[in-house]
């Protein structure tokens, strides 16, 4: 069989690593961004820019590739749908709507008895006073936010009078959790009970954004085991193909929550390209393409430090050691709070 070629949806870092490592095992890919300088357009084969709701430059897409996936979860559903009824598009769709608005992804995980922080649909400037029992908490826009964008934390009931959420939008209100740690679990599931799963990743945010990822993650077996049983039941629910990730709060008497799934590559899971044989993306590439499935296998222990804005510059001019990988995405223009790079840092495990 010809290996097939594969569309990107989306043109950042992420859709950047999944092309350079579908690049390592011969697959073409074709990105298409709707930013016409996106990173990605440095990695992968081919490069298309347009808009996700342009039927032409859709089409255009449709026709370079044999099968779909993205690398973030905000695309129009339309799009992906149109997508699917000419190439596979993978994981499904259906996920994609699921996980796109927090309320039904909460409602979901709790349907399928994993724990999520308690929370709550707002609609209003009465709905939210008559929940003030949620408090403190962290008002969050239902869809479209990323890296803390759309987020209000709200101490005490005294500080809703100062607040002008845009009611426009659809709310949710999550009660905040006393967190102890974060972690991420990365799954890719190749089929029915076929999948691999890395280690618990612990993350540290700064301002709501990823910093710190490593492993081995400091936490104890029970939470570890638990964390990785509740990504395989979400993957095998959604019946997904590809890679997934699950973010979780620990709270301080070491209760587990779901914070999010991200139906795609993670950034807490770029340390996978140094640490592990198969990377999060060659898996996710490997899975959604019918490859074969390879054991992973854990080669280093290592941390990742994402290089946020003017961070980077410093990082261009350094000379690293041998167990040190910097990754620059090549975007053209620095910005504050914007992921310009990382490093990755191995060590013998
Ligand atoms: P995004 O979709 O922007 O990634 P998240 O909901 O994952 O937003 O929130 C980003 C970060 O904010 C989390 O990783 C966590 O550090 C903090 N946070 C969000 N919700 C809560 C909560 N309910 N309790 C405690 N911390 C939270
Ligand atoms: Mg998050």
Known sequence: MVNPIVGIIGGGQLGSML?????????GTVVFCDDKDSPAKNFSDEFIFGSYHDDDKINEFINKVDIVTFEFENIPYQTLKKIN???????????????????????????????????????????????????????????LGYDGKGQYKINSSEELDNLSPDFKKEFILEKLINLKKEVSVIITRFSKERYEIYEPIENIHEDQILKYSKIPSDINNN??????????KIAEELDYIGTLCVEYFIDKND?????????RVHNSGHLTINSHNISQFENHIRAICGLKQIKIKKIYDA????????????????KFKDNEFFFDYLKKEIKKKRKMGHITVTKKC
Request: charge should be positive; include cysteine.
């Open 19 to 27: 092309a350079a490592a579908a690049k390592k095992i011969n697959i």
């Open 85 to 143: 009824e000419i190439k596979k598009v993978l994981p499904k769709p259906e996920i994609n709507l699921l996980v796109q608005n927090r309320l039904s992804e909460k409602d979901f995980l709790n349907k399928i008895n994993i724990s999520t922080t308690k929370y709550v649909s707002v609609k209003n400037d009465k709905e939210l006073k008559s929940n003030i029992d949620l408090l403190p908490g962290i008002l969050k826009t239902c869809t």
């Open 223 to 232: 939470t570890s085991e638990k964390s990785k049983d509740w990504a395989v």
């Open 255 to 263: 209760n587990l929550y779901v914070n999010e799934i991200a139906p």
């Open 303 to 318: 941390k990742m430090v994402n290089l946020i804005g003017d961070d980077i510059s410093l990082y261009r001019q350094k």
